[in-house]
């Protein structure tokens, strides 16, 4: 069965960091580009990362680009998003996803529980 | 554009059929897929591609594509359809992923 599991939310001050990781189970890890995709309170779905199976390419969102990086370490099966320089706007439920290309277009097929990251002083 | 456009609530009685669509200039090239988010619960993929079910997802759930609209249409609608419904697809570049808004729907 293919678990995702996230932790490492909490409050943050605005201009903190906070590291989120995500463990995954039930399937080859590294055959599988990752992502993470947010959700503010009461909002939408916003796709902030993608990052590919060996690691090699990563694409964020611009709002989130130059303060987030995501990564993956394939031997621990876990992906990880290092938020830095943290804003009240970046407050939101985090999910990471398993994410999966076909024909023509991509999908999320799989998703963890998500953890919440507030920003807040 | 890279945006997807949805409309934000729509209600269909109990048993009839409802179509949700999603609007967006990627899907002159890329198809959707569509995701039922539950309040307090994570999205779960009901469509992708022209109109692929993942398995287990009852088959009252449909998708299409013309143009640049992608829809999805539940046949039956049941009580427990009632849920938040979002699109995605690549934007424009390919390399981005981007969701619409979502469209709220209500079963009366």
């Known amino acids: 069965e293919v678990q995702l599991a996230e932790s490492g939310g909490g409050l943050v001050q605005p201009g903190g960091s906070l590291r989120l990781s995500c463990a995954a189970s039930g399937f080859t890890f590294s055959s599988y580009w990752m992502s993470w995709v947010r959700q503010a309170p009461g909002k939408g779905l916003e796709w902030v990362a993608n990052?590919?199976?060996?690691?090699?390419?990563?694409y964020y969102v611009d709002s989130v680009k130059g303060r987030f990086t995501i990564s993956r370490d394939n031997a621990k099966k876990s992906l990880y998003l290092q938020m830095n320089s943290l804003r009240a706007e970046d407050t939101a439920v985090y999910y990471c996803?398993?994410?999966?290309?076909?024909?023509?277009?991509?999908?999320?097929?799989?998703w963890g529980q998500g953890t919440l990251v507030t920003v807040s002083s | 554009s890279s945006e997807l456009t949805q409309d934000p609530a729509v209600s269909v009685a109990l048993g009839q059929t409802v179509t949700i669509t999603c609007q967006g200039d990627?899907?002159?090239?890329?198809?959707a897929s569509w995701y039922q988010q539950k309040p307090g619960q994570a999205p779960l993929l009901v469509i992708y591609?022209?109109?692929n079910r993942p398995s287990g997802l009852p088959d009252r759930f449909s998708g299409s594509s013309s143009g640049n609209t992608a829809s999805l249409t539940i046949t039956g609608a049941q009580a427990e359809d009632e849920a938040d419904y979002y699109c995605?697809?690549?934007?424009?570049?390919?390399?981005?992923?981007?969701f619409g808004g979502g469209t709220k729907l209500t079963v009366l």
């Open positions: 996803a398993r994410r999966r290309e076909y024909a023509y277009g991509v999908l999320f097929d799989y």
């Open positions: 591609g022209q109109n």
């Open positions: 995605n697809s690549r934007d424009s570049s390919g390399n981005h992923v981007v």
């Open positions: 990052i590919q199976e060996d690691g090699g390419e990563k």
């Open positions: 990627s899907l002159n090239i890329y198809y």
